[in-house]
């Protein structure tokens, strides 16, 4: 009996490959769309900076890790050297079900959902009314534009004149104030929606940095 020909076994490494495949395209896709929002957004932060404000970041369920990690690159070091920025990560997921939010819609039922969902919006507005000031700028990550409280935290902001930086998958907005910025990421869901909102991020905060800092000049 002749073994298969080596030709039609799958490629065990096709399934680890295509990840790159997308996520080289996403970034392709949000870098040809986005570079002129991406560049506003750093003009924001810059000169919130400048008018001494903080930059409050918030997010929730799958976009919950960014806020406390950008806030402390912002507060530390994301590749040069510079005094700390004033960076505050506003927390809407104490007791939140962040690991698998898709599972926990399914298992919970819907009074129950819902309750949590406003609790944490709420838990965001009042840290909002807390720590915000008119100085400051509101850097807002949801997953599309139409999560509640994406849009109560952006009402939230606004009431207080706060200009939004938003970073959201999906269609664009029609609740943005005239000095808010949105960034449209290239994966509207996903796993590759939450790298390109990592990237993003990476790509604003160097920005930001050449914008207080200047180029830095390549050593010969």
């Known amino acids: ?32 769309e986005g570079l002129f ?32 990690y950008l806030a402390a690159r912002l507060g530390g070091v994301l590749e040069r050297e510079r005094p700390p920025l004033p960076a505050l ?7 939140w079900p962040v690991a698998n939010p898709a599972g926990t819609t399914q298992a919970l039922p819907p009074d129950m959902l819902e309750q949590l969902q406003q609790g944490v919006a709420q838990s965001l507005v009042q840290q909002l009314q807390q720590f ?21 935290a952006l009402a939230a902001a606004h009431a207080r004149d706060l200009p939004v930086l938003w970073m959201h998958g999906g269609e664009p907005s029609d609740a943005l104030g005239e000095l808010d910025v949105e960034v449209l990421l290239a994966q ?12 993003a991020s990476h790509v604003v905060c160097d920005a930001l940095d050449r914008i207080l800092l200047g180029d830095e000049q390549e050593n010969d």
């Open 188 to 199: 509207p869901r996903g796993l590759r929606l939450l790298e390109q909102c990592l990237l």
């Open 132 to 152: 915000g000031q008119m100085e400051d700028t509101l850097w807002l990550y949801s997953t599309d534009a139409r999560q509640p409280y994406a849009l109560q």
């Open 37 to 68: 929002q991406l560049d506003l957004a750093a003009q924001l932060l810059a000169d919130t900076v400048a008018r001494g404000g903080k930059i409050l970041l918030c997010g929730v369920a799958e976009t919950a890790f960014l806020p406390p």
């Open 89 to 95: 990560a506003l927390l809407g997921d104490l007791g």
């Open 1 to 32: 009996m002749q073994s298969p020909d080596a030709t039609d076994q799958p490629d065990p490494h096709a399934a680890l490959m295509r990840h790159f495949a997308e996520n080289a395209e996403a970034c392709m896709q949000t870098a040809q």
